[in-house]
């Protein structure tokens, strides 16, 4: 599984690394991870990006902290951990929050082979037909 934050880069591309942002390629990325997870049959999904590295990843307490402040230390648990760490976790537990399914215990994995409209045989383009319509050669 792979979770991702659902940023907004439009908005991050108006400050004062805009054009940076841009050519960094971080919505492309996205993309490509995206498609990488369809194609091997791996699961992806985006979470809320809001507050993942100001959250407590033990116990959900909130620990306000500045962008200067590289260590996660929450005073309700005494978790202490790096702060990219901590929002990792958080982005985790999201994404678990996300596909997990309340009163069910342990783990499973989900297919979609004997769901209707799931045909291996399935195509995702169609052929228009062309109704007995032929190119002429150029001679």
């Known amino acids: 599984m792979i979770f991702m934050e659902d940023l907004d880069y439009c908005t ?3 400050g004062m690394f805009g054009k940076h942002m841009l050519d960094a390629g971080f919505g492309q990325f996205r993309t490509i991870v995206k498609y990488v997870c369809w194609k091997r049959g791996k699961f992806f999904a985006e979470v809320d990006a809001r507050g993942t590295s100001q959250e407590c990843p033990e116990c959900g307490g909130l620990v306000k902290k500045d962008l200067s402040v590289r ?4 005073p309700n ?4 951990t790096d702060r990219d760490v901590a929002a990792g976790q958080n982005i985790r537990n999201r994404g678990i929050k ?7 215990t342990g783990m499973e994995t989900a297919c979609a082979v004997d ?8 195509s995702r383009q169609v052929a228009k037909s062309r109704k007995g319509k032929t190119r002429k050669s150029s001679k």
């Open 12 to 14: 991050s591309a108006k």
């Open 115 to 122: 769901l209707p409209g799931t045909d291996a045989s399935q």
């Open 77 to 80: 648990c005494g978790y202490t």
């Open 71 to 74: 260590v996660h230390s929450c």
């Open 98 to 104: 996300l596909i997990s399914t309340v009163g069910q």
